[in-house]
């Protein structure tokens, strides 16, 4: 028997059916891989979304907050500071709060003009301020408008993600449940009142986090609403029951 016709017959290879269920049990691997790796992805976004979403809303809920808790400074008794023409509430439920207040009544360095009144351009800047949200291209801003700002009437966004903010007004501290649906408070135990009224704000808002993917897919993740609230006291109004 000669070297070449031995080491022929030893050699062996994958027949075409060995071969066929290797593609297969190969292809059934990388699909599903790349099932769990969409899925992570879709995941990874909607959590990018909802801290972005979420900080943003803080954020802005805390500046509106410390402010309208000073609403009525230095204002005439059983003034709260909010304008009630300028406070309303619209069909869509979105809410607009113009607060006043005498903050550097007792600032030695500001004009005279500046400590007896208010809107003295740039050195009243923060005592007559309007929060109001309003329709962007692709999302809802919340803006803080300042007539008296330093550099002139001015806008400014406090939060680039926002679908809605409502305002309640109540003569005293209340509880209340959170309604996820429509994205609001409710079963609150005192009646509302009128802005002018008002000692005790709660604020809602509002950010709908859109769905990831199509439904069906790997991944997908249908939308829902995120809800943050803040209750706020109006401090100068004299509120008895905290």
């Given amino acids: 028997m000669s070297r070449a016709s031995i080491t022929k017959g030893s050699e062996k290879g994958f027949s075409l059916i060995e071969l066929i269920i290797a593609?297969?049990?190969t292809l059934t691997v990388l699909a599903v891989?790349?099932?769990?790796?969409?899925?992570?992805?879709n995941m990874r976004t909607r959590s990018n979304e909802n801290v972005d979403a979420l900080a943003d809303a803080e954020r802005a809920l805390n500046i509106m907050s410390r402010e309208i808790s000073q609403s009525g400074f230095n204002l005439l008794p059983n003034d709260n500071?909010?304008?009630?023409?300028d406070s309303v509430t619209d069909a869509n439920g979105n809410s607009t709060i113009r607060i006043r207040a005498n903050l550097n009544r007792f600032d030695t360095a500001a004009t005279t003009a500046a400590r007896e009144g208010i809107g003295v351009?740039?050195?009243?800047?923060?005592?007559?301020?309007?929060?109001?949200?309003?329709?962007?291209?692709?999302?809802?801003?919340?803006?803080?408008?300042?007539?008296?700002?330093?550099?002139?009437?001015?806008?400014?966004?406090?939060a680039n993600r926002l679908d809605r903010m409502t305002i309640h007004?109540?003569?005293?501290?209340v509880t209340y449940s959170t309604d996820l649906p429509n994205?609001?408070?409710?079963?609150?135990?005192?009646?509302?009142?009128?802005?002018?009224?008002?000692?005790y704000v709660v604020i809602a808002v509002c950010v709908r986090q859109r769905e990831t993917g199509a439904p069906g897919s790997p991944g997908y993740q249908p939308a829902h609403n995120l809800l943050l609230t803040s209750d706020v006291t109006l401090r100068n109004a004299n509120l008895t029951n905290y």
């Fill in 183 to 199: 994205c609001d408070i409710t079963g609150w135990n005192q009646a509302p009142v009128a802005p002018a009224a008002a000692k």
């Fill in 169 to 173: 007004y109540f003569g005293q501290r």
């Fill in 81 to 85: 500071g909010i304008v009630p023409e």
């Fill in 23 to 25: 593609m297969t049990i």
């Fill in 121 to 158: 351009s740039g050195e009243d800047a923060g005592e007559d301020v309007k929060f109001f949200v309003f329709p962007a291209a692709t999302t809802t801003l919340l803006a803080r408008y300042d007539p008296n700002s330093p550099n002139g009437a001015e806008s400014t966004v406090v």
């Fill in 33 to 41: 891989a790349t099932t769990l790796l969409a899925q992570s992805l």
